[in-house]
């Protein structure tokens, strides 16, 4: 971009209509979301996994269901954090529901290095500072095999 076309006003209102029409365009597309996919979004990755597998080590999980967990658990403590901010003493709501969530999260991480036909004990390596983190992170955004493996059968 060209900086010295800014100073004549008639390129600048170009761009500002071009970036407010830009900016109109992605409102739309957030208010086109449709609720009821967010809702059983909601209900597939999380309520579900945490009824059915809140402690299971066993078989594989999907980088989808991996991430959508995580995305569902992160938009549930910014909302705790919201609530938190207004009104301080339900701090502990919010303490109770991260301790609620460390096995599941635990269980998922295993199942999703078992997609990676890893074992469950390189989960290990998130103790390690930093890079353990970082590698941990790089691993659950790797593909998971498309085959069997000795983990359990693909996962959906």
């Given at each position: 971009m060209d900086f010295n076309s800014l100073k004549d006003t008639n390129n600048l209102k170009a761009l500002l209509k071009g970036m407010g029409s830009d900016i109109a365009g992605a409102f739309k597309s957030v208010k086109d979301v449709n609720g009821e996919k967010l809702k059983n979004g909601f209900n597939t990755y999380f309520v579900d996994y945490l009824k059915n597998n809140y402690a299971n080590f066993d078989g594989r999980v999907s980088r989808r269901q991996y991430w959508m967990f995580t995305l569902y658990s992160m938009l549930i403590s910014i909302a705790f954090n919201i609530v938190i901010a207004i009104i301080p003493f339900l701090a502990i709501i919010s303490l109770l529901y991260a301790f609620a969530l460390i096995v599941p999260s635990i269980g998922l991480g295993i199942r999703r290095l078992?997609?990676?036909?890893?074992?469950?004990?390189?989960?290990?390596?998130?103790?390690?500072?930093?890079?353990?983190?970082?590698?941990?992170?790089?691993?659950?955004?790797?593909?998971?095999?498309?085959?069997?493996?000795?983990?359990?059968?693909?996962?959906?």
């Open positions: 078992h997609d990676l036909n890893l074992s469950g004990w390189f989960f290990l390596i998130a103790f390690i500072p930093l890079l353990g983190g970082l590698a941990l992170l790089f691993l659950f955004c790797m593909p998971g095999d498309a085959e069997d493996n000795k983990f359990g059968p693909a996962a959906k």
